[in-house]
């Protein structure tokens, strides 16, 4: 039993482990680093929401759930507007939520309010 139990540790740890290097947080400060920079080597999917908006908050969880479902494909990188003003002036963010997808430094796809799920999987499969 002991060893069952360390490796159901380990696999729960590895998953965690997994799904945080999938979904990060970013700010003003690190936005070059995790989205531009990043977006060499991999596309990252930028989620500019707030915590008051309540369609950021039901747009999030599919997000999550893709990030999690095409593994490793992109990052979803999660950017509060209300704490990041400059990045946020920078894109010209008028509503949200506004995704837009980065490769290669630049944004290459995005859309502004809550979609279909089916809508976000054509935007991630056209463009990675």
């Given amino acids: ?6 490796i159901k540790k380990e696999k729960m740890e590895k998953m965690i482990r997994k799904s945080t290097e999938l979904i990060i947080d970013v700010n003003d400060e690190n ?5 531009i920079k990043q977006s060499e080597n991999i ?3 930028v989620d500019f929401w707030a915590q008051w908006c309540m369609p950021c908050k039901m747009l999030a969880p599919t ?5 999690n479902e095409y593994s490793g494909k992109f990052i979803l990188a999660k950017l509060n507007v209300d704490l990041a003003k400059k990045t946020s ?4 963010i008028m509503g949200i939520p506004n995704v837009k997808l ?9 859309f502004v309010g809550v979609v279909e799920e089916s809508t976000v999987k054509r935007m991630l499969d056209d463009n990675i």
Wanted: net charge neutral.
């Fill in 31 to 35: 936005f070059k680093e995790k989205v």
């Fill in 63 to 67: 997000l999550e759930k893709l990030a």
């Fill in 102 to 110: 980065f490769k290669s430094g630049k944004p290459v796809a995005e």
């Fill in 1 to 6: 039993m002991d060893e069952l139990e360390k």
């Fill in 43 to 45: 596309p990252v999917l």
């Fill in 89 to 92: 002036q920078e894109y010209k």
